[in-house]
């Protein structure tokens, strides 16, 4: 059974950091494209970041130089280290497998874990 599990997630003030990971199980991991994305409430889906079997990175340009996204294939986890965090990050981030066609194509994703950035 594929398993995504994120963690990681809580309440930071402005500027603060914070790493989320996210576990995988179920698959072989070092095989698949990930993503983070994230929801704002009342907002939609909204990528944040991908990153390739080869650990080439991508970001979506409002998160590039805060964010930054890696992966452990050893330990089948990809993480997200978010620093300068800001309020309009509050959102439930959640991890993806994707497809080959696109790091925004989503095939499976967690229950997602909430940010909460205020003071």
């Known amino acids: 059974e594929v398993q995504l599990v994120e963690s990681g997630g809580g309440l930071v003030q402005p500027g603060g950091s914070l790493r989320l990971s996210c576990a995988a199980s179920?698959?072989?991991?070092?095989?698949?494209?990930m993503s983070w994305a994230r929801q704002a409430p009342g907002k939609g889906l909204e990528w944040v970041a991908g990153?390739?079997?080869?650990?080439?990175?991508f970001y979506s340009d409002s998160m590039k130089g805060r964010f930054t996204i890696s992966r452990d294939n050893a330990k089948n986890t990809m993480y997200l280290q978010m620093n300068n965090l800001k309020p309009e990050d509050t959102a439930v981030y959640f991890c993806a497998i994707v497809t080959l066609a696109s790091l925004e194509d989503y095939r499976f994703w967690g229950q997602g874990t909430q940010v909460t950035v205020s003071s």
């Open positions: 990153i390739y079997t080869d650990g080439s990175t």
């Open positions: 179920g698959f072989t991991f070092s095989n698949f494209r």
